[in-house]
């Protein structure tokens, strides 16, 4: 009433500050409400820019995303793993999966170029290679060739693969993990959405990951970092997934002229 309009009135996202808790379980910073508009924050939690978009995340639909060791809140190459916590940290995004989601499942602005989020389906009998250049979502406004900055590796269940470039660059230049690395994530419901993610691998220039049993096969699943240039922008990792044996051309003999005899005269 005394704001003269029902929440959430003309706004996306409103934050509430509580000056303390009043609870008898007070182990949190803040929360919010999932595809909500409504976010809490305790005490001074508010000034903190990595905490108040963890939150503003849950709005968007997103669940948290662990590590390598498969603990919540372990992934630290994004917002919703452990947040950055300081009223100047906060130059981070959200990993590959989250931003599948919020590319195809909420239909975001990136779907829009210039870069792609790119579905990649091995199919199921081996053989196949993607190679290409991917670029980072801190540079996304730089690219020029429509590289990818997401990469789904599609395995015909509800859980897939997310491959990304973390450049750590401007907006993302806080990253606390995996910097200027390639990082393999996988969640669940089709990334599309809440689901938790979970980071598999984080890659460096010549390093490899493999899956094994790829779909349900026997073959492997490697996905390998050719190349990482910083020194250009925007910066970008050249990578190659390889699903089974590699195809190679067959070889062919080079074409030879028919030998003719000589010609001689009659003796």
């Known amino acids: 009433e005394k704001l003269g309009l029902d929440l959430p009135g003309p706004f996306q996202h409103?934050?509430?500050?509580?000056?303390?808790?009043?609870?008898d379980d007070c182990g949190w910073a803040a929360y919010?409400?999932?595809?909500?508009w409504l976010s809490l924050y305790k005490r001074d939690n508010y000034l903190k820019p990595g905490v108040v978009l963890h939150e503003i995340g849950h709005n968007l639909g997103f669940a948290h995303s662990g590590g390598t060791n498969r603990k919540t809140y372990s992934d630290h190459t994004g917002l919703m793993g452990n947040p950055l916590w300081g009223d100047d940290m906060g130059k981070m995004c959200f990993n590959p999966a989250k931003n599948y989601q919020l590319a195809i499942g909420n239909n975001a602005w990136?779907?829009?170029?210039?870069?792609?989020i790119l579905n990649w389906d091995s199919g199921e009998d081996g053989g196949t290679v993607l190679e290409t250049k991917m670029v980072g979502i801190a540079e996304f406004n730089k690219i020029t060739d429509n590289n990818p900055v997401v990469i789904k590796l599609?395995?015909?269940e509800n859980l897939d693969y997310y491959v990304g470039f973390n450049r750590a660059t401007g907006p993302t230049s806080q990253n606390r993990l995996a910097s200027n690395l390639v990082t393999i994530y996988e969640t669940g419901n089709n990334g599309l959405s809440y689901s938790n993610s979970f980071l598999n691998a984080y890659l460096a220039e010549g390093e490899s990951h493999t899956i094994s049993k790829w779909r349900g096969t026997k073959l492997d699943l490697i996905i390998t970092v050719l190349e990482i240039n910083i020194d250009v922008v925007p910066g970008y990792a050249r990578i190659k997934?390889?699903?089974g044996d590699e195809p190679t051309d067959e070889p062919t003999d080079e074409p030879t002229d028919e030998p003719t005899d000589e010609p001689t005269d009659e003796p």
Do not use: H, S
């Open 241 to 243: 997934i390889v699903y």
């Open 110 to 116: 990136y779907n829009d170029g210039p870069g792609e």
């Open 32 to 36: 919010a409400y999932i595809r909500g």
């Open 14 to 23: 409103v934050l509430f500050l509580a000056e303390d808790c009043y609870g």
């Open 154 to 156: 599609e395995t015909g």
